[in-house]
């Protein structure tokens, strides 16, 4: 019996930002972050490269301001 031939993979649409992020928008920051305070994967929220890094970089900066939690161990 011969396997059917693989489907072609198709690329997936990502998802852009509505404008310039804000690390004081905890909000709409909150979307991109877990339960735990670990910054999702872009596989995850569908973003595209360059807007999972201004959203991660506003999320560490919204971190030190302490609008959003450290990543924390599950105990």
């Not at 998802?15 to 991109?32: I, N, S």
């Not at 929220?45 to 450290?70: C, F, S, W």
Request: hydrophobic residues 35%.
């Amino acid at each position: 019996m011969v396997s059917p031939a693989p489907r072609p993979r198709r690329p997936r649409a990502r998802r852009r930002m509505d404008g310039p992020v804000d690390w004081k928008d905890v909000a709409a920051l909150r979307t991109f972050v877990s339960d735990r305070g670990k910054i999702r994967a872009r596989r995850v929220t569908g973003l595209d490269p360059e807007a999972h890094r201004q959203v991660a970089r506003a999320i560490k900066n919204a971190r030190e301001m302490a609008l959003l939690p450290y990543p924390t161990k599950g105990r």
